[in-house]
T-cell receptor, first 115, second 114 residues
Framework: TQLLEQSPQFLSIQEGENLTVYCNSS?????LQWYRQEPGEGPVLLVTVVTGGEVKKLKRLTFQFGDARKDSSLHITAAQPGDTGLYLC???????????????FGQGTILTVHP | DADVTQTPRNRITKTGKRIMLECSQTKGHDRMYWYRQDPGLGLRLIYYSFDVKDINKGEISDGYSVSRQAQAKFSLSLESAIPNQTALYFCATSDSRDSGNTIYFGEGSWLTVV
């Protein structure tokens, strides 16, 4: 069974601060996805990182995939109240084995950005 | 209209009752999933189906069953509901031709077992 440890579980910050959320595993994933979920809705995909060492930027959000494809981070610069929500990382199982094509989710990070 | 539709959106049921959650999709995807979300535990996979004739157990399938009635429909049943099955349930879809394996989620179904 593949596991993803996501931290921190809760993050409460002031508008304008920077933050980083981490996802770590002992397993290798073929790719890693980050989702954002708002109350009353399902998770929505933000980004997929595929290559070890890959860095993707989405406005103020920077996503990084570890060289060994076992870990990832999400960094938000100058957080805004609109960034408030639940952030989930999810690893996609690679070829071979019983996890192929399936997602393993981290526990989630509840981010609150205060004005 | 949502591409992945779940019914009911909210349900309160009694212990021991049978409950079915239904999911339909208009995305034309071949793969469908049922996840359960609990605070602090993220989303956990209950069952998944990679095509109409394919049904597979996820990590927490005990106490649940599923039926893939058509490519567009995937239902989840709790044969005899118990209180620790109180959770938010999500149906999801993906396309096997999508190399990025993007998962598209429904809006969720809140189930409370009393």
């Amino acid at each position: 069974t593949q596991l993803l440890e996501q931290s921190p579980q809760f993050l409460s910050i002031q508008e304008g601060e920077n933050l980083t959320v981490y996802c770590n595993s002992s397993s290798v994933f073929s790719s890693l996805q980050w989702y954002r979920q708002e109350p009353g809705e399902g998770p929505v995909l933000l980004v997929t990182v595929v290559t070890g060492g890959e860095v993707k930027k989405l406005k103020r959000l920077t996503f990084q995939f570890g060289d060994a494809r076992k870990d990832s981070s999400l960094h938000i610069t100058a957080a805004q109240p609109g960034d408030t929500g639940l952030y989930l990382c999810a690893g996609v199982g690679g070829h071979g084995g019983t996890s192929y094509g399936k997602l393993t989710f981290g526990q989630g990070t509840i981010l609150t950005v205060h004005p | 209209d949502a591409d992945v539709t779940q019914t009911p959106r909210n349900r309160i049921t009694k212990t021991g009752k049978r409950i079915m959650l239904e999911c339909s999709q208009t995305k034309g995807h071949d793969r469908m999933y049922w996840y359960r979300q609990d605070p602090g535990l993220g989303l956990r996979l209950i069952y998944y189906s990679f095509d109409v004739k394919d049904i597979n157990k996820g990590e927490i399938s005990d106490g649940y069953s599923v039926s893939r009635q058509a490519q567009a429909k995937f239902s989840l049943s709790l044969e005899s509901a118990i209180p620790n099955q109180t959770a938010l349930y999500f149906c999801a879809t993906s396309d096997s031709r999508d190399s990025g394996n993007t998962i598209y989620f429904g809006e969720g179904s809140w189930l409370t077992v009393v």
